[in-house]
């Protein structure tokens, strides 16, 4: 099998394991253990935080090399063409607010604690984030590269 096509899977499920992972885990802990522990178990709730921070800082990690990855290795299919670079940039935008929030919510700096303070509500609005950011990356997956982007990188490629 080709080494490239090996480093492109490996970068897309990682990609998107990372996102299922890290996603599903935020989920988990906005609709399952906050609204159990909230306001009964402060040191409970703490250790968890503690402990799924180390798999959000490696997720975003993660996700900026794969992510970078993919990004490269789809610019010579889609010269040219303003929606997928519109869309990815929003996504990416959007992927660095989630990151921010994401980072805050396991931190522990007193700058961040108004986040902590209200968790539920900044999970909910990074699942929001996330949905719409899944939601562009689907669109952008299966549109394909229209026939002006795969011309123009046709003969860029040729060059």
Known sequence: MDTELILALISRWAHVGTAIVLV?????????????????S?????RIRQRWKKFVHAGIAIFLISGFYNYIK????????????????????LALFVFFLASVLVGNKPGTQKFRDNAKKWMAVMLMVSAIIVAISGFVKVRGVPATAASTATVDMAE
């Open 24 to 40: 599903g885990g935020t989920a988990f802990f906005r609709l399952a253990v906050i609204p159990v522990l909230e306001g009964n």
């Open 42 to 46: 402060v040191e409970l709730l703490e």
């Open 74 to 93: 789809a610019m010579q299919f889609h010269k040219g063409d303003g929606l997928y670079h519109g869309m990815i940039g929003t996504k990416i935008l």
